[in-house]
């Protein structure tokens, strides 16, 4: 209908407005920015995802959110929004993608309030404004659960389908290909949902168990086909045609994917951990604690901990109250589907070792549609409305209080808004509460718009802050100056404002060199390369370690004169030692390598 075309329209408007307020103007992570600078430059360096112009090295991760961010900037320039705008319109897709995969299962009336909660989550409206690979993950995910929804629900608003076993395996294969390349876009986090979406359709799918079963196994090699597709690609090209493999020490795709950025982050070496051990030997870097504690208290609390509890116990509910349903029930696949990515990434999240904040965003989509769908599955209930009203009532006091909690740690926060969320809260559930005592119940409609205007009040203010504040996928919501100034150091973003001053010094030294330095890791070219464009090479890639260049390679390119000037923080590294032995010292930090200069 028309007015909830109007108000879907809306929603994404509001979704816009948070997600591209004052992007021009936001920092940016300049690890990815250099690297989408430098493969906005090359065809070649944009193939195979180099960090640097020369395509001496790839990036950390695989490339495919970072050739989107590239093509953005190699159309529109360098300029700060050209670098985020891709996430924005990635994450006003998801939200549109998000209310169709709801409204498949349980109606236009839950996509809408699953898209409306979506859109003002603040993990979502953080990550959205900054260009992190986040956002096409996400959006490619929820592509794969809004196929699965098709593949369950039947197209006349039924149960099921049984009589079109092509058509529910075509969308299963769509589901495979979303996942395959939203592993493109982060490794094998985009795995993680493979069981929540095999469960949700094994359980409510059409069809018998073998067929069901079937179909979901030649949707998993769909998904692996595309997931693997560019590894194998780049594998078989000869090492001495592309750059080398950052992340891996044997100049393997598969282990950086598989390794690097797989089971090494459940450790205590993370690829931070040992950045900051080369450039400070000795330093001692503690681990973070892992614990599921921490996605729901603190910073990572603030931005996406909000819903989750409501989302957990609204999922529990949904699933045990439509036990009796038939096999095919919507409501309780859907419950079933974005529970099961809810626990996934919940569980993944309170286990591995380096945790950003941005990362939580992915559980924003799971939290939205349970809270949309328990909405629907509310409303369809025909008996007990006492029950459900009591129940309501316990989600908004419940996720009220914990809301005032969680806003209350926060020194920034609004003064006015633990009081607001206090007072608004109580308000609904007195208001419950009143209207069962008095057996004159409030209607039920109005009791759950109500009660989803009292839960969301606090994040949705969170999420104005966030953008109001020009803050971004590194931060959280009413963060203390001393957190911002952190986050700027760990980003990068004091070393830029820095470099743009010093950088004409630099190419005096550079002396006509092709390149205009090495560097040890890729910490200071990430951000010469985004501001200059020009080639610094980075020595052990992003945590300093990796065998590229080898030492016999950076003799030779210091005998053909391609740099002269060489930035060195800590000299333990046999590369840097050699450096250090046979080079000048013309500071602290930086050694003069041309040839007429090299003993």
Not at 543 to 572: M, Y
């Amino acid at each position: 209908t028309w007015a909830r075309r109007l108000g879907l329209a809306a929603i994404a408007a509001l979704a816009g407005l948070l997600y591209a307020w004052s992007i021009g103007r936001d920092a940016l992570e300049y690890y990815y920015a250099a690297a989408d600078r430098s493969m906005a430059m090359s065809w070649h360096d944009f193939i195979f995802g180099a960090f640097d112009p020369a395509g001496t090295i790839t990036v950390d991760k695989l490339p495919g959110a970072l050739w989107v961010q590239a093509l953005s900037v190699r159309a529109f320039g360098v300029h700060v929004w050209a670098f985020v705008l891709p996430q924005v319109v990635e994450g006003i897709l998801t939200v549109l993608v998000l209310y169709r995969a709801v409204s498949r299962l349980a109606g236009p009336a839950a996509g809408l309030i699953a898209a409306l909660v979506l859109a003002v989550s603040p993990a979502t409206v953080a990550l959205d404004r900054e260009n992190i690979s986040d956002s096409l993950l996400i959006l490619l995910l929820v592509l794969a659960a809004d196929a699965v929804s098709a593949a369950i629900a039947r197209p006349d608003g039924g149960i099921l389908d049984r009589r079109t076993p092509g058509r529910t395996l075509g969308w299963l294969v769509l589901a495979g290909v979303w996942v395959g390349l939203a592993f493109q876009a982060k490794d094998i986090e985009a795995w993680m949902v493979l069981p929540a979406l095999g469960l949700a359709y094994l359980l409510s799918g059409p069809g018998s168990v073998p067929r069901r079963a079937g179909q979901l196994a030649i949707a998993g090699v769909v998904a692996a086909v595309v997931s693997l597709s560019w590894m194998t690609a780049v594998t078989l090209v000869p090492a001495a045609d592309r750059p080398y493999v950052d992340g891996s020490t044997d100049n393997s795709v598969f282990s950086q994917v598989f390794a690097y950025n797989g089971f090494t982050r459940f450790g205590d070496k993370t690829p931070l951990q040992v950045r900051a051990a080369e450039l400070d030997p000795g330093a001692s870097v503690p681990v973070p604690a892992r614990a599921p504690g921490r996605l729901l208290s603190g910073g990572l609390g603030l931005d996406t901990g909000w819903l989750i509890p409501a989302a957990a116990a609204v999922a529990v509910w949904g699933i045990a109250s439509r036990r009796r349903e038939p096999r095919g029930d919507p409501l309780r696949a859907c419950f079933i589907l974005w529970g099961g990515v809810l626990v996934t990434f919940f569980v993944v999240f309170s286990v591995i070792t380096t945790l950003w904040p941005y990362y939580t965003a992915a559980l924003s989509p799971a939290a939205a549609a349970i809270l949309g769908t328990g909405a629907a599955a509310a409303r369809s209930r025909e008996r007990a409305p006492a029950g459900l009203s009591v129940g309501l009532a316990a989600v908004v006091a419940g996720t009220a209080a914990y809301a005032a909690w969680l806003t209350s740690s926060s020194a920034r926060a609004p003064g006015w808004l633990v009081p607001a969320i206090i007072a608004v809260g109580v308000a609904v559930t007195g208001v419950i509460a009143w209207s069962l005592a008095r057996r004159r119940p409030v209607p039920f409609d109005v009791a759950l718009i109500a009660g989803l205007v009292a839960v969301s009040l606090a994040p949705a203010v969170a999420s104005a802050s966030l953008a109001a504040h020009g803050e971004s996928a590194f931060d959280t919501p009413f963060e203390s100056a001393r957190v911002q100034e952190a986050v700027a150091l760990s980003t990068g973003q004091e070393a830029v404002t820095a470099i743009r001053a010093t950088i004409p010094e630099w190419q005096v030294t550079e002396n006509g060199a092709p390149y205009l330095m090495a560097a040890q890791s890729a910490l200071l070219p990430s951000a010469v390369i985004y501001d200059s464009g020009l080639e610094a090479l980075p020595i052990g890639g992003f945590d300093g370690t990796a065998p590229s260049p080898t030492l016999a390679q950076l003799q030779a390119d210091i005998k053909q004169g391609r740099f002269h000037l060489v930035w060195i923080e800590a000299g333990s590294d046999p590369r840097l030692r050699w450096i250090m032995a046979h080079c000048s010292q013309i500071s602290a930090r930086f050694y003069d390598c041309a040839p007429v200069s090299v003993g």
